[in-house]
């Protein structure tokens, strides 16, 4: 079984809809949680990360963590074609290092 | 600011030859780290340091060496390539302390082809 388990889609939305993604979890001392945004053929890029349980609004988007369920889930309101990527979630023990457990990937796209 | 370069962008090597990817960062970062990719897999840590002349396996080290004697640089050795490590890599860094150790900034990846 792995560690963390996101389906890997593609995930087909209309512009405009809410996006929603979820990633759960097996290790309990995982305390960090984050969310990475990878374009086609670049690297993945930091966009929201939490600590510990609870919700985090940045924008569109906005991140929870549920520690009692081992489930962590992204959403992005009002989606634009330019959401269109892979969303990979990604969590960490504290005092690893900054050792980063990531999930498969869910390519996520919006058409116009 | 380049952030973390990587270099070359694409590479296709015979089986059995060998190759160092190179990696560079210009944020004073003391955390690096080596990543692949495969398809519907994510990312798995290879190699990591937490600085200047301090290294230590990951997840999937077998058939990778690195090293690391600058804070600037983290090249990765593949000695005798098997088709196994046809794959996307990644070099990342992060700085220690608080919340920000947190966030790794990526390079643009290098993809190996092994044939």
């Known amino acids: 079984q792995k560690e963390v388990e996101q389906d890997p889609g593609p995930l087909s939305v209309p512009e405009g809809a809410i996006v929603s993604l979820n990633c759960t979890y097996s290790?309990?001392?995982?305390?960090?949680f984050m969310w990475y945004r990878q374009y086609s053929r670049k690297g993945p890029e930091l966009l929201m990360y939490?600590?510990?349980?609870g919700n985090k609004e940045d924008g569109r988007f906005t991140a929870q963590v549920d520690k009692s369920s081992k489930y962590i889930s992204l959403f992005i309101r009002d989606s634009q074609p330019s959401d269109s990527a892979t969303y990979l979630c990604?969590?960490?023990?504290?005092?690893?290092?900054?050792?980063?457990?990531f999930g498969a990937g869910t390519q996520v796209v919006v058409t116009p | 600011n380049a952030g973390v370069t990587q270099t070359p962008k694409f590479r296709i090597l015979k089986i059995g030859q060998s190759m160092t990817l190179q990696c560079t960062q210009d944020m004073n970062h003391n955390y690096m780290y080596w990543y692949r990719q495969d398809p519907g897999m994510g990312l798995k840590l290879i190699y990591y340091?937490?600085?200047?002349?301090?290294?230590d396996k990951g997840e999937v080290p077998n058939g990778y060496n690195v090293s690391r004697s600058t804070t600037e640089d983290f090249p990765l050795r593949l000695e005798l390539a098997a088709p196994s490590q046809t794959s996307v890599y990644f070099c990342?860094?992060?700085?220690?302390?608080?919340?920000?150790?947190?966030?790794?900034?990526f390079g643009q990846g290098t993809r190996l082809t092994v044939v």
């Open positions: 340091s937490v600085g200047a002349g301090i290294t």
């Open positions: 990342a860094s992060s700085r220690p302390g608080g919340d920000w150790d947190t966030e790794a900034f």
């Open positions: 939490t600590y510990s349980s």
């Open positions: 290790n309990s001392a995982f305390q960090y």
């Open positions: 990604a969590m960490k023990e504290t005092d690893s290092w900054g050792k980063l457990q």
